[in-house]
């Protein structure tokens, strides 16, 4: 019986994530702070003074902070999250749904980088919807993240997702 229940919430994630692709959906992440940059930066373990010392001179926001930003300060309210932790639309058309959820892989160019003080926004379209696998398989997602400020794009992102 979990099986066939397993199967219907892939069917109906699968079901929900076609009717996704290709919806744009924007998002403003607030201003870019060199703090927060430079803290992102010193949890990486970096050690460079003009990634980790936003009074250096030659300061530069560190190249992954913009992509790790899933939202504007300060935050998400609980009701956002899954069970699991993650935002409950972080993966198109699992929302409510009980599947695992899985990162399946993510490219990234870069093209500049956000100035602090700049108003960031991410750009999100659900590209596409495979079943994968034998019997019920999974479902690898791939959707298309481009962040940018008032000056363009400055970063594109290709990320998978695998549902199970």
């Given at each position: 019986m979990t099986d066939r229940l397993t199967?219907?919430?892939l069917d109906l994630a699968?079901?929900?994530?076609r009717e996704l692709v290709g919806r744009v959906e924007l998002r403003s992440l607030g201003a870019v702070t060199a703090e927060a940059s430079a803290e992102f930066a010193r949890a990486a373990g970096e050690t460079a003074p003009h990634l980790i010392d936003p009074d250096h001179p030659g300061f530069a926001v560190?190249?992954?902070?913009?992509?790790?930003?899933?939202?504007?300060?300060?935050?998400a309210e609980p009701a956002e999250f899954r069970p699991d932790g993650m935002y409950r639309d972080e993966v198109p058309g699992t929302?409510?749904?009980?599947?695992r959820l899985m990162a399946g892989g993510q490219d990234v160019r870069w093209l500049g980088?956000?100035?602090p003080g700049e108003r960031l926004e991410v750009r999100r379209v659900l590209e596409s919807v495979e079943r994968k696998g034998k019997g019920a398989g999974f479902l690898l997602l791939t959707v298309a993240k481009t962040y940018g400020t008032e000056r363009g794009p400055l970063i594109e992102v290709i990320e998978r997702f695998i549902v199970r």
């Open positions: 199967n219907r919430a699968e079901e929900r994530a560190h190249p992954m902070y913009p992509v790790s930003l899933l939202r504007g300060a300060p935050g929302d409510g749904l009980d599947v980088r956000p100035r």
